[in-house]
């Protein structure tokens, strides 16, 4: 026979429960506790409640236990359960944490998270919140280089000025190039779409040499003036640099951004600081 526990409620709590069962910003399981109570008032068996909320017969016992000890306030109240795993002791979390910013033994290259769970005796999923929480990634990597250059300083400050404070009646461009520049073509001429078939070529191709692309930026407009040579030598360079200066308005004084590139740095490719005076 179904048990049935009928609960005595006064207009209060009945107001009361069913605002908590009209909010909409209420959780489900407000609402279920609520219709709970406000059922078991019109003296329903317990199994005919349970199936009217869609709820276990022993979530109907409990909470009507609750409600009748605790009250209203006790069915919006969750009571705190001790965790199953005590937490890491803190004097644990700074020696993963000192662990961490130390190099790993071995041959190895950095830290994983097993390596490292393995070594302290701790879950990997614990390692992984304690790593989270210090804001610590070994696998990750960010590269950098010190210059030994000793005008190094000197010529940052001209480099930065340039764009920071541009000079004027002055064009500043930056230089690069790319060599080694492949020139392929394939073995058959590709055919041309057609309805029902794609576009086709062969698999195989042909060289015809390299090429080497010479191009300057115009830091202020975004114009590329650039050439194409068969080689990559100082030579090139500077045939570069006079079709540069070609390109340039009459009165203009040129300010060049290039890198360390040996052949930026042949004591021909080195420009006077007149304008007109490309060597070569």
């Known amino acids: 026979m179904a ?24 959780p489900v399981k407000h609402v279920q506790r609520a219709q709970i109570i406000l059922q078991s008032a019109e003296r329903l068996p317990v199994l005919e409640i349970a199936k009217r909320v869609g709820v276990s017969r022993p979530m109907v016992w409990r909470w009507q236990q609750r409600f009748a000890e605790e009250g209203i306030e ?16 803190q004097a644990k979390v700074h020696a993963v944490v000192e662990r961490t910013l130390r190099e790993p033994p071995g041959a190895v290259t950095h830290w994983t998270g097993r390596a490292m769970a393995k070594a302290m005796g701790l879950s990997l999923r ?23 250059d000793p005008d190094f300083a000197a010529k940052l400050d ?3 000025g340039l764009y920071m404070n541009p000079p004027r009646h002055a064009v500043v461009v930056s230089i690069d190039e790319k ?12 055919l041309p779409i057609k309805p029902g078939r794609c576009q086709t070529m ?31 030598r100082h030579l090139e360079f500077i045939r570069f640099l006079n079709a540069v200066e070609r390109e340039v308005p009459v009165g203009k004084v040129i300010h060049t951004v290039l890198d360390n590139y040996a052949t930026h740095k042949h004591p ?8 007109g005076c490309w060597p070569g």
């Open 3 to 26: 048990r049935t526990v009928s609960l005595l409620l006064s207009a209060q709590h009945s107001a009361d429960l069913q605002g908590v069962i009209e909010d909409r910003g209420r």
């Open 74 to 89: 006790g069915l919006l109240r969750d009571k705190t359960r001790p965790p199953g795993i005590p937490p890491v002791p």
């Open 126 to 148: 614990t390692i992984q919140r304690i790593w989270a929480a210090h804001k610590l990634q070994p696998h990750r990597i960010r590269t950098f280089k010190r210059s030994n």
């Open 158 to 160: 001209d480099v930065v």
């Open 179 to 190: 060599s080694q520049i492949q020139a392929l073509d394939r073995t058959q001429p590709g």
């Open 202 to 232: 062969t698999h195989d191709y042909k060289r015809h040499g390299t090429t080497t692309l010479f191009a300057a930026l115009s830091v202020l407009d975004g114009t590329v003036i650039g050439r194409c040579m068969q080689r990559h």
């Open 268 to 275: 021909k490719s080195l420009p006077s600081r007149k304008r």
